[in-house]
């Protein structure tokens, strides 16, 4: 028994596949509540037959026990728990007939020992959680080898390798454990470690996640069991700014609250149906997720991206817990400061010079092509911009929990969640887009081109004079509230039935009821760029930071809301036929509405207003320094109203979306053997009806399409019915060798914009664009084929070789048009200031297309290094790799083009290398994202593109003493920027911006 660490009396619960509180190393938590002496109490037990490993985790967890054993993965249980039992009956219970020596350990504890014997076929692992059915097969004989006790972040890996191996479906897991290890902000940040994984970043964090190539349109997302959405909004208007959909942001919770993150890549039918990628369940802390009682606070002080100071966030959690019942709660508040900048163009578009805009230096080639007089048209970018987002925002998360847990095996738990993210954003612009500036398809005003550099159809550089420049000075205020209630209950009928059932509402609330925005203007100057490429900048020809050049031109106000609410339940009857065979039915219902507006005035101000500006020059990064105006002295000096109303909504923003679905499911769970080969599956289907209602308002069609200001509003109901059939199975090729194969039928409906029975106008000095909604889309259904080989050494390590397809019908795409507005139908009360009927729109619109086709592969590995010579032997490694490939058709003036799904990456993945010793450990993480389209581009643009990005991530923690903590963390360690580009072909640059790198220190104290 040498290779055991001796426990204290103190000692919390420790087992080799049991949780610790957050990252802490053996024997951090000694301050907690000591254990009853084992064997002295009772405890309610309801754990089915399964893997041995997992029921001594939970008896460890239950118990407030140390348990120590080496048994393998493959190991199962003799029997299952349930009832009341003293900790020495519960494992003489689970481990009779094995071969295996139970012995006490000095000081309290038990070390479960594998007799030595020869090793023999193990049968396929079950989970306690998934698996209540016990099989026939005889007990496998473990593998020798000396008990070890591992924790801490190394266990908690090795907890995942036994989750995803047994588990019925394809899945992958990160635990509390594994997030605490690292510097995971948000649990978009904790997902993207796992294979197929791979997220958005914005404003110095991680923002949404797409699966497997499938954006997060197509991601569903689960909180404790139940669908939800929360949304927030960007900085940036490249990235969505304020936008309505149906992609989850993960950036509104905080990692450290959640037990653990889990992907579920292969659906079958007794799920919630919808998300054809997979979908991501996040469940928050319970009080039994740990041994005994638990008090821990922990503390950060964390620098800001690209900016002087510090930020600080504070964690706490408190459980208790008896022997029938639990309480929990834990909460986290942070505030951070993030400044991102670089070089932005707002688009890029065929620009026509006038002859007398041509000045002598442009040869008369480039003069011809400019001016439309022979050869092909010239892109080029729009107000070339240098560009800062500065955000300060707050996140404050609350979770509670109450659990109960039957002498009989009933469970029950209510589960309440608050989260609020506060976002106070400040925005400064320099760029050419004044009266006369560079944001038009037409140049025909005072500016004159002095000389040009034209690469293919791009106007790479060029050299100015007469250009009115633009400064813009914005402050916003937005917030998120997410609120949570979900209660579940399941328990035995009888020895053969169980029911389970959950219920749950949660509301998102986001709200931007500031928005105040500030122009100056200096006209006639002098001005150059080269607007893309790595080295995108600008020159000026007069002093931008001195006040005396400016004076006021414009000022904008704006209000948003968005509000998202669910409401779900669903009840199972599972019943035990025979030792090995079950049959799941049950039923389903979900009620989804999503309503909100986008609210707008604008006040233009002659030349002579400069008396009214108040300026500044701002301190935060940049790629310059220049003068802007100070908003709320110059909303006071001009007396500028921000109280919007009704009146004021942006046309086609206020819309309902309002949905119910009803489902009734049936799955058949069946185990034997194939050639004397463990094998176990499930077959099943699922029947949804969903009805779907669509209220906002559209230009009235029979009105006259020049003149007419009438809108009228729509209410289109539509409603559709599906069958899902579904079917898994796993078979053991060897001990540690398993072939799972997965097919499914599933969908996803289309994003909330596409569905809205209006049309949003977005106009602006240069046109503008319509989107209009399509209440009548189909929507995405998908035929879904997994193979998946899965190797297991031990508890050491796990590597899987993935094969997946999917055949989407009914694909959602865009049909974009460019036409007069006089076409579009839509009133001129909605045209820019100046503008006529004979102004050009980009008109786009959601349309079904036969459909597309997704296929790839996926490698993981993930394995401990315990046979290199020590110090050596406490190196570890994670790594994965996904290939993906899939397209479809986007329609440019009804020409068909194929390209890339939207949010595809064709390679991402992520390599971990950590190293744990006795006292401290440390890991180091890269993260890796192939080029991505986001959409479909804009005036004749084949696509919007997000260029490939590798990031790095660094966390150590260190024990003082028996308990303290020290924590170091730096994320983003190379200030990876983020690159986004236009047309598939020319790279046409949109945005190149930093954000910077974040270190942070910290201490964790259980008290």
């Known amino acids: 028994m040498s290779s055991l660490s001796r426990p204290t009396a103190a000692r919390p619960a420790l087992c080799l596949a049991a949780c610790l509180t957050g990252i802490l190393p053996t024997g951090v938590a000694a301050a907690r509540e000591a254990p009853s002496p084992a064997g002295e109490a009772s405890i309610a037990l309801d754990l089915p037959r399964g893997s041995l490993a997992a029921m001594l985790a939970a008896l460890s967890r239950r118990a407030g026990v140390e348990i120590v054993t080496s048994v393998p993965p493959g190991q199962r249980a003799s029997a299952a728990l349930h009832g009341r039992y003293r900790i020495e009956q519960a494992i003489a219970t689970i481990t009779r007939g094995l071969a295996l020596d139970v012995r006490h350990m000095p000081g309290g504890g038990f070390a479960i020992v594998p007799r030595p014997r020869s090793v023999t076929a193990q049968q396929p692992t079950a989970p306690a959680q998934i698996d209540a059915v016990p099989t026939n097969e005889p007990p496998p004989e473990p593998a020798t080898g000396p008990p070890i006790l591992v924790t801490g972040y190394r266990e908690s890996l090795r907890g995942s390798i036994a989750i995803k191996h047994a588990a019925r479906t394809l899945i992958d897991v990160t635990r509390a454990e594994d997030i605490a290890a690292f510097p995971d902000r948000n649990a978009a940040e904790a997902l993207q470690r796992l294979p197929g994984v791979a997220i958005s970043r914005d404003n110095g964090e991680g923002r949404q996640v797409s699966l497997r190539g499938l954006g997060p349109l197509f991601t569903r997302t689960t909180l404790n069991g139940v669908e939800a959405l929360a949304t927030t909004a960007s900085g940036m208007d490249n990235r969505g700014s304020v936008s309505r959909n149906r992609r989850f942001d993960y950036s509104i919770f905080e990692a450290s609250l959640f037990s653990d993150v889990a992907v579920e890549k292969t ?5 919630e149906a919808g998300g054809i990628g997979g979908t991501v369940a996040l469940t928050t802390l319970h009080p039994f997720d740990r041994p005994g009682n638990t008090t821990l606070v922990s503390t950060k002080l964390r620098s800001r991206g690209n900016a002087r100071g510090f930020d600080p966030q504070v964690t706490a959690e408190m459980a208790r817990r008896g022997d029938n019942w639990g309480v929990l709660l834990a909460g986290t508040w942070g505030a951070s400061q993030v400044t991102e900048y670089g070089y932005r163009n707002w688009d890029w578009t065929p620009v026509t010079f006038g002859a007398a805009n041509i000045g002598a230096g442009v040869s008369a080639q480039d003069a011809a092509r400019l001016t439309g007089t022979s050869g092909d048209p010239v892109y080029m970018a729009r107000a070339q911009s240098y560009s800062t987002w500065t955000n300060r925002f707050t996140r404050l998360n609350v979770v509670g929990a109450l659990e109960y847990r039957g002498d009989g095996g009933a469970h029950l738990t ?21 009266t006369n500036g560079l944001t038009t398809a037409t140049i025909d005003g005072t500016q004159v081109l002095n000389s040009v550099r034209i690469v293919g159809d791009t106007m790479v550089a060029a050299d100015f004079s007469g250009i009115d420049m633009r400064t813009e000075a914005k402050i916003t205020r937005d917030h998120t509230d997410f609120d949570q209630a979900v209660l579940a209950y399941e328990s035995p009928l009888g020895d053969a039935t169980r029911i389970e059932a959950r219920a749950g509402l949660s509301r998102s609330d986001f709200e931007e009821p500031v928005f105040d925005k500030v122009f100056l203007q200096s006209s006639g100057q002098d001005f150059s760029y080269v607007a893309t490429g790595t080295r995108a900048a600008n020159r000026y020809g007069f002093t931008i930071a001195n006040a005396a050049n400016w004076s006021l031109m414009r ?27 079950t049959l799941s039915v049950g039923a389903r219902y979900r009620h989804y509405v999503n309503d909100g507006y986008e609210r707008r005035a604008s006040v233009l101000y002659d030349e002579d207003a400069s008396g009214w500006t108040r300026t500044q020059t701002f301190a935060d990064a940049s790629l310059a320094r220049y003068a802007v105006a100070n908003v709320a002295a110059t909303f006071a000096a001009t007396g500028q109203t921000r109280d919007l109303s009704a009146s004021d909504d942006q046309p086609g923003s206020a819309y309902r979306i309002r949905e119910n679905a009803y489902a009734a499911f049936a799955l058949l769970h069946g185990e034997t053997t194939l050639a004397a080969l463990p094998l176990s599956g499930e077959i099943g289907l699922q029947y949804l009806r969903s009805d779907t209602r669509s209220i906002g308002n559209a230009a009235d069609e029979e009105a006259d399409t020049v003149t007419s200001t009438l809108l009228v509003a729509r209410d289109q109901p539509s409603r559709f019915g599906i069958w899902l059939p579904s079917f898994q199975a796993r078979l053991d090729l060897a001990p540690e060798l398993r072939l799972r194969l997965s097919a499914s039928r599933n969908f996803s409906r289309p994003d909330v914009a596409d569905l809205r029975a209006a049309a949003a106008i977005d106009s602006t000095p240069f046109g503008g664009t319509i989107e209009t909604g399509n209440p009548q889309l189909k929507p995405m259904r998908a035929t879904a084929l997994d193979l998946a080989l899965e190797r297991t050494w031990g508890r050491e390590g796990i590597a899987t070789l993935g094969l997946f397809y999917k055949n989407i019908d009914s694909f959602v795409t865009t049909q974009t048009s460019v036409m007069a507005y006089a076409q579009t139908g839509f009133p001129t009360a909605f045209l820019y ?15 079904n297309v036969d459909g597309a086709a997704i296929a790839g592969a996926e490698l993981a590995m993930q394995h401990d290094l315990a046979f290199l010579p020590a110090p050596l032997d406490r190196l570890g490694v994670q790594a994965n790799a996904t290939y993906a490939q899939g397209s479809s058709d986007v329609f440019y003036d009804d020409v068909a083009v194929r390209l890339p799904l939207v949010d595809l990456s064709r390679w991402s993945g992520n390599a971990t290398l950590y190293y744990t010793a006795r006292r401290w450990d440390a890991r180091l993480s890269g993260a890796y994202r192939g080029t991505y389209r986001t959409g479909a581009g804009k005036n004749g643009n084949i696509g919007t593109w997000v260029k490939s990005s ?39 640059l949109l945005a190149r911006t930093h954000s910077g790198r974040v270190f942070s220190t910290g201490i964790r104290l259980p008290l």
């Open 414 to 434: 209510l589960d309440l969640i608050h989260a609020r993210l506060s976002n106070h954003r400040r925005e400064y612009s320099l760029a050419a887009a004044g």
């Open 555 to 581: 000022a904008d106000t704006r209000e948003d809301a968005i509000v998202n609410r669910y409401a779900s339940a669903h009840v199972t009857l599972i019943h035990r036929f025979a030792p090995g065979l």
């Open 950 to 988: 590798l990031t790095f991530d660094f966390a150590a923690h260190a024990r003082i003493g028996a308990a303290l903590q020290l924590v170091f963390e730096a994320r983003n360690l190379t200030d990876a920027p983020i690159v986004e580009y236009t047309d598939r072909d020319e790279h046409r």
């Open 833 to 847: 200031a100046g503008l006529d009927a004979s102004t050009l729109y980009n008109v786009v619109r959601p349309v």
């Open 267 to 271: 659906w079958q039918a007794d799920a």
